[in-house]
C-alpha cells in the first residue's frame, strides 16, 4: 500500500514560482512511476510530469515542458513539482499518482490533491 500527500499549492500571481511536494509512503520500487496530474472546472485531467522513481526517465506535457520541472528526493521519499513561469491557465487541483506498472497506464495510488490559483 502506497500513501501521497500533496502540499505547496496556494495563491500566486501570473509569472510567479511555486513548489509542489508529494511525500510518499509505504513500499515503493525503482520501477514505480510518481507523476503528477491537474484538473481545472469542466477539464479533463491532464498528465503534467511523471518519473520514473529509479530516475531513468522523466517526461512532461507540451504545456508545461520548459516551465515545470519534477524531480525526487529519495532519502525524503518526496517528489517535487517545481512551477515557474505560472500563468491563469495553470490553475487547478494538482494530483500525484503512483503507477506500479507503467505499461498499463494504470494509476493506482491518488493522492488527494493540492489547489494552484494563479491570478493574471
Known amino acids: 500500500q502506497v500513501q501521497l500527500v500533496e502540499s505547496g499549492g496556494g495563491l500566486v500571481q501570473a509569472g510567479g514560482s511555486l513548489k509542489l511536494s508529494c511525500a510518499v509512503s509505504?513500499?515503493?520500487?525503482?520501477?514505480?512511476?510518481v507523476a503528477w496530474f491537474r484538473q481545472a472546472p469542466g477539464k479533463e485531467r491532464e498528465n503534467v510530469a511523471g518519473?520514473?522513481?529509479?530516475?531513468?526517465?522523466?517526461w512532461y506535457a507540451d504545456s508545461v515542458r520548459g516551465r515545470f520541472t519534477i524531480s525526487r528526493d529519495v532519502a525524503k521519499n518526496t517528489v517535487y513539482l517545481q512551477m515557474h513561469s505560472l500563468k491563469a491557465e495553470d490553475t487547478a487541483v494538482y494530483y500525484c499518482?503512483?503507477?506500479?506498472?507503467?505499461?498499463?497506464?494504470?494509476?493506482?495510488?491518488w493522492g488527494q490533491g493540492t489547489q494552484v490559483t494563479v491570478s493574471s
Open positions: 499518482a503512483v503507477a506500479v506498472a507503467v505499461v498499463t497506464g494504470k494509476y493506482d495510488y
Open positions: 509505504g513500499r515503493i520500487f525503482s520501477s514505480y512511476v
Open positions: 518519473i520514473i522513481w529509479s530516475g531513468a526517465s522523466v
